[in-house]
């Protein structure tokens, strides 16, 4: 028997990243799931190893940027699954890590409609189908990041970006708390595929800091998306977290407790 048995799960962000091996985990654990990205042929590839798992899938090519994609998104998801148990809100589009005072306007707006408007939108649009559930009701998870709280160099949007989605997700946990819908946020730590890529747009002076930064843990080793952190994304979905709302939960061996 799966953690997630039947659950209609939607996951944002599904071409590569965390969000692909969230979705493989999900669909290993018995998940029905919606996935979206802008790559398609990278979404089709997720769609395909998720359906070896045994998962039905719908692959919706959307960038989460736009308010009618996300329309249709959910549209598509309960016009092909009736209903809605999870909302993983995962996509980010992180603009360059640069000073405070060569980060421009442009970027504020691009990290806040594919975070702050589209994690908000996504929680309106699926709310009114997860309400009211017997038993543990179902479940959002909102991915923020312990950059909102530590003040890293560099991380002036990101940080100003994903404070947001704490405050989102509090107020949510006690605004749909009594409709048995919980709502926690994740702070994840691990190297995905995108990393090396990501890091290459960076300056020296964060790519210097990224070298350590991701092992620098009491475990003292780098985090695995499919095995580290998936997991715990699995739990927050799962009815086992039914007494968990409202948590800001670090899933990064502990990084913020050595660094905080
Ligand atoms: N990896 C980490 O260590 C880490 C640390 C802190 C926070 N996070 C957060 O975790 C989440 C996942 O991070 P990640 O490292 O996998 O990121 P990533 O950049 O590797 O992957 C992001 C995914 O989102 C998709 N995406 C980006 N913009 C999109 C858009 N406009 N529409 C649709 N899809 C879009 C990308 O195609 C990709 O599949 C993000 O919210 C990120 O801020 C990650």
Same mark, same amino acid.
């Given at each position: 028997?799966?953690?997630?048995?039947?659950?209609?799960?939607?996951?944002?962000?599904?071409?590569?990243?965390?969000?692909?091996?969230?979705?493989?985990?999900?669909?290993?654990?018995?998940?029905?799931?919606?996935?979206?990205?802008?790559?398609?042929?990278?979404?089709?590839?997720?769609?395909?190893?998720?359906?070896?798992?045994?998962?039905?899938?719908?692959?919706?090519?959307?960038?989460?940027?736009?308010?009618?994609?996300?329309?249709?998104?959910?549209?598509?998801?309960?016009?092909?699954?009736?209903?809605?148990? @999870?909302?993983?809100?995962?996509?980010?589009? =992180?603009?360059? &890590?640069?000073?405070? +005072? /060569?980060?421009? #306007?442009?970027? !504020?707006?691009?990290?806040?409609?594919?975070?702050?408007?589209?994690?908000?939108?996504?929680?309106?649009?699926?709310?009114?189908?997860?309400?009211?559930?017997?038993?543990?009701?179902?479940?959002?998870?909102?991915?923020?990041?312990?950059?909102?709280?530590?003040?890293?160099?560099?991380?002036? @949007?990101?940080?100003?970006?994903?404070?947001? =989605?704490?405050? &989102?997700?509090?107020? +949510? /946990?006690?605004? #749909?708390?009594? !409709?048995?819908?919980?709502?926690?946020?994740?702070?994840?730590?691990?190297?995905?595929?995108?990393?090396?890529?990501?890091?290459?747009?960076?300056?020296?002076?964060?790519?210097?800091?990224?070298?350590?930064?991701?092992?620098?843990?009491?475990?003292?080793?780098?985090?695995?998306?499919?095995?580290?952190?998936?997991?715990?994304?699995?739990?927050?979905?799962?009815?086992?977290?039914?007494?968990?709302?409202?948590?800001?939960?670090?899933?990064?061996?502990?990084?913020?407790?050595?660094?905080?």
């Amino acid at each position: 028997m799966g953690k997630l048995d039947g659950k209609v799960c939607i996951i944002t962000g599904c071409a590569s990243g965390l969000g692909k091996q969230e979705a493989i985990r999900f669909a290993e654990e018995g998940a029905k799931l919606a996935i979206c990205s802008r790559t398609v042929a990278k979404l089709e590839e997720t769609k395909r190893i998720c359906e070896e798992r045994g998962a039905e899938v719908l692959a919706f090519p959307c960038d989460i940027q736009v308010r009618e994609q996300r329309e249709a998104f959910v549209e598509a998801t309960i016009e092909k699954f009736g209903t809605i148990d @999870v909302l993983v809100n995962n996509a980010h589009n =992180v603009t360059p &890590l640069l000073p405070f +005072l /060569a980060k421009s #306007l442009d970027d !504020l707006e691009i990290e806040y409609k594919v975070c702050t408007e589209a994690y908000f939108h996504f929680c309106q649009l699926c709310a009114p189908y997860m309400m009211d559930k017997p038993g543990a009701g179902c479940s959002i998870i909102n991915f923020t990041s312990k950059a909102a709280f530590e003040g890293t160099p560099g991380h002036s @949007v990101y940080a100003t970006i994903k404070a947001g =989605v704490g405050g &989102l997700t509090r107020t +949510l /946990a006690r605004e #749909l708390g009594p !409709l048995n819908i919980r709502v926690n946020s994740i702070m994840p730590g691990s190297y995905t595929d995108n990393c090396d890529a990501g890091l290459k747009l960076q300056i020296e002076e964060i790519q210097e800091w990224a070298k350590t930064a991701f092992k620098a843990n009491p475990l003292e080793r780098i985090g695995d998306p499919y095995n580290d952190v998936a997991p715990i994304v699995v739990f927050l979905a799962s009815d086992d977290s039914h007494w968990m709302t409202g948590q800001l939960v670090d899933a990064d061996g502990g990084s913020w407790f050595v660094n905080g």
